[in-house]
């Protein structure tokens, strides 16, 4: 089915990145605190390891996920807004310690399974962005536009919400950003906007 060129989720897009951008910081908060500077750095490249496997994943399938566009975009923010908080439960469960990567070799193994977890989240966020791009190929400049605005916008935000709020409950705000893009792309696209809010 094909929208109207002002059916693009435009609040949606910018929203996405800016809980994505959230979500990224406080990665680089919670390993700080954790692993204390060992993983810091890497919370860059999980962003775009999931941003990476996106990419795949659309040149892969993103046929199949572009004729069923709206349910495709929905579910990837709903997906986004539980893995931002199962996610980082998981990866806090696993045993692993950085300093012991040069002695302990099952200690890379925990590492990676620790990258991919964490990475998952950024991978539904990508596939929103992703399919709006290809989907609504008139309006990449404005989609564009909104995806950088939402990144600073949630950079900022998260930055004052750590003065304010404990990490976990910026985490929780990023969940709820999820949740509200998944509404807003549902009402923007007449997707079953009662449904999906209902859910």
Excluded: K
Aim: glycine letters at 8%; aromatic letters at 12%.
């Amino acid at each position: 089915m094909r929208y109207p060129a002002h059916a693009a989720p435009l609040t949606a897009i910018g929203l996405i990145s800016a809980a994505a951008l959230a979500y990224e910081i406080l990665l680089i908060r919670a390993f700080a605190i954790i692993h204390w500077h060992h993983l810091v750095a890497t919370a860059v490249s999980l962003a775009l390891l999931g941003y990476g496997f996106s990419g795949t994943l659309l040149a892969i399938i993103g046929g199949r996920l572009r004729r069923h566009f709206a349910a495709a975009f929905i579910g990837n923010a709903l997906v986004f807004s539980l893995a931002s908080l199962v996610c980082v439960d998981l990866a806090q469960r696993l045993p692993l310690d950085p300093q012991a990567l040069a002695w302990d070799g099952t200690q890379s193994v925990y590492l990676a399974a620790t990258f991919l977890i964490l990475a998952f989240p950024f991978l539904a966020a990508a596939n929103c962005i992703g399919l709006s791009l290809w989907h609504f190929r008139e309006q990449i400049p404005r989609l564009y536009g909104y995806d950088l605005i939402g990144a600073g916008l949630g950079a900022s935000l998260v930055l004052v919400g750590l003065e304010y709020l404990s990490p976990a409950e910026n985490l929780f705000a990023v969940f709820l950003a999820g949740i509200l893009v998944a509404i807003l792309a549902a009402t923007s696209l007449g997707w079953h906007p009662r449904t999906v809010t209902l859910v």
